[in-house]
């Protein structure tokens, strides 16, 4: 009763945000600006790539938490949150108009402030246990990275935003900043599946791909902020990046089903198995690295 209970919540919240961006869009002025087609690709693919975090973010949680009886309370607001930012991004990336949407933005700033005190949360629930921060209690209580994830989709969605009203934020050339901003969340989630794979103990060749290919990928995107020449080579590694994300998905899924039951016991299985949103953050974010090669392309 209470997994329904949440599930109907998260999925008023979708819909609530959603529906209010709707209703901003349609009652503002409509602005005569003509958005640049650069930007306008580039706000579309940030707030498809915020879509798609909030969306592993979302499904993450809910199993995780699912997974410890929500014993918490607090543990229901990462779901809730989440699911507006979902809807918040995915009404973005279909407004091609030029104004930004407070409502929208006010939804991803606070997926941003709930992933960081996610992450103060989860850091608590590892160093409360006995031997405190230790190789066994990373492995096994809750994620610390788990809730960056929440607020890098409310940084690229409430990024997106602010570049349908501006060429600039916060002072500085946003191609160079999303670039750095994708670079970070690609070792940090490169740091994760490192993690999460050595307790595994690397038993298939393939847990190696989301250890090196991320890091390579965010080398490349950032050497492109201050090297042009590096453009091509970092728009290939990111377009690989994205079937590393699909190709990982498709490897968890085949994890589960080697479990005892495989997915027919697929209500056990998706507990104990590989996390299947973890891989397509690699995919989300870059997207987001695309999306700021074209407006390092504009910037020069």
Known sequence: MRAQSTAGLALTSFATAAVAAAIEAAVRPQSTTVPAPVTTAATTRLNGASALLAGAALADSATEHYRGAFHNKSMILPLVVAAQALGASLHGAGDRGAQPSLIRHFGQVLAVVTGVVGTGFHFYNVLKRPGGWSWINLFYAAPIGAPVALSLAG???????????????????????????????????????????????????????????????????????????????????????????????????????????????????????PPLPAAPAFTALAIAGLAALKLLERER
Not at 175 to 204: C, K, P, W
Not at 226 to 245: E, F, S, W
């Open 155 to 273: 940084m690229i969605g409430g990024i997106a935003e602010r570049l349908r009203g501006t060429r600039t934020l916060f002072g500085f050339l946003p191609g160079r900043l999303i670039a750095r901003l994708v670079s970070l969340g690609l070792l940090g989630a490169s740091g994760e599946a490192a993690l999460m794979h050595f307790r595994g103990a690397y038993h298939n060749p393939a847990m190696v791909i989301p250890v090196t290919a991320p890091p390579l990928a965010a080398a490349l995107l950032t050497g492109a902020t201050v090297c042009p020449r590096l453009a091509k080579p970092a728009a290939l590694a990111l377009k690989a990046l994205t079937g590393v994300g699909l190709l990982g998905a498709g490897l968890h899924a085949y994890g589960i089903q080697r479990n005892m039951g495989g997915w027919r016991n697929w209500s056990q299985n998706i507990l104990n198995g």
